[in-house]
Nanobody, 127 residues
Framework: QVPLVESGGGLVQAGGSLKLSCAST????????MGWFRQAPGAERELVAA????????HYADSVKGRFTISRDNAKNTVYLQMNSLKREDTAVYYC????????????????????WGQGTLVTVSS
């Protein structure tokens, strides 16, 4: 188990940027792939981005590709989500999660339990 805590959410105007952080207090952070999910009111939780334990492999949802960037700093036990050119439809609660890379990518289809979830941080994009 890897405890996770997100931060960095807030209110931003369309076209603006935010950077989310997810910090782990565990001791095996680099052994886990990490993902960012989001859930809007009344919607299913969807995968936004994921990266392997080393950070070498990444995946992005089509809706955010070219605008969002996932990265990690294993020395700081932290994964980041840089969000640029934000749109109103990006408004959601954003969660980080730890699991295998394949489990993260397959979550929307299978909904298998992941190893750990953060508490969520709200991103609101105004227009």
């Amino acid at each position: 188990q890897v405890p996770l805590v997100e931060s960095g959410g807030g209110l931003v105007q369309a076209g603006g940027s935010l950077k989310l952080s997810c910090a782990s207090t565990g001791r095996t952070f680099s052994q886990y792939a990490m993902g960012w999910f989001r859930q809007a009111p009344g919607a299913e939780r969807e995968l936004v981005a994921a990266c392997s334990g080393s950070g070498f492999s990444t995946h992005y949802a089509d809706s955010v590709k070219g605008r969002f960037t996932i990265s990690r700093d294993n020395a700081k036990n932290t994964v980041y989500l840089q969000m640029n050119s934000l749109k109103r439809e990006d408004t959601a609660v954003y969660y980080c999660a730890a699991a295998s890379f394949s489990a993260l990518l397959g979550y929307e289809m299978r909904r298998d339990p992941l190893d750990a979830w953060g508490q969520g941080t709200l991103v609101t994009v105004s227009s």
